[in-house]
C-alpha cells in the first residue's frame, strides 16, 4: 500500500518562498503521476500542479503557472512544490496526491486515487 507524507508547510509572508515535499513510501511505488491539491478553509480543493513521474512532463493551474514549480526525485520516491512570490491568497492546506495515468492536463480530483494527510501553509500580508 502506498502512503504519501508532505512536508514543509508553515507560516511566512507575503512575497516568501516554500518548498513543500511530498514522500511516497510502501512496497512498490507505481504511478504514472504525481500532483499537488489545495483547500482553502470554506472552499473545495483545487488543482496546484502535476508531474508525469517518467518524462517529468507538467501542468499548472492558471493561479500559481510563474510562481510555482513541481520536480520529482525519482530515486527517493519524492515529489516538490516550490512556491515563490506568496501571496496571501494562497493559505490553504496543500495535498499531495498520485495517479494511475499519465496526463498530468487531466486536473480533477478523481484522476487520483492516493492522497496525503496535507501541510498547512499560511501566508500573512
Known amino acids: 500500500q502506498v502512503q504519501l507524507v508532505e512536508s514543509g508547510g508553515g507560516l511566512v509572508q507575503a512575497g516568501d518562498s516554500l518548498r513543500l515535499s511530498c514522500a511516497a513510501s510502501?512496497?512498490?511505488?507505481?504511478?504514472?503521476?504525481m500532483g499537488w491539491f489545495r483547500q482553502a478553509a470554506g472552499k473545495n480543493r483545487e488543482f496546484v500542479a502535476a508531474i508525469s513521474w517518467r518524462l517529468g512532463g507538467t501542468s499548472y493551474a492558471d493561479s500559481v503557472k510563474g510562481r510555482c514549480t513541481i520536480s520529482r526525485d525519482v530515486a527517493k520516491n519524492t515529489v516538490y512544490l516550490q512556491l515563490d512570490s506568496l501571496k496571501p491568497e494562497d493559505t490553504a492546506v496543500y495535498y499531495c496526491?498520485?495517479?494511475?495515468?499519465?496526463?498530468?492536463?487531466?486536473?480533477?480530483?478523481?484522476?487520483?486515487?492516493?492522497w496525503g494527510q496535507g501541510t498547512q501553509v499560511t501566508v500573512s500580508s
Open positions: 496526491a498520485a495517479g494511475m495515468n499519465p496526463y498530468v492536463l487531466r486536473m480533477a480530483e478523481y484522476e487520483y486515487d492516493v
Open positions: 510502501g512496497r512498490t511505488f507505481s504511478r504514472d503521476k
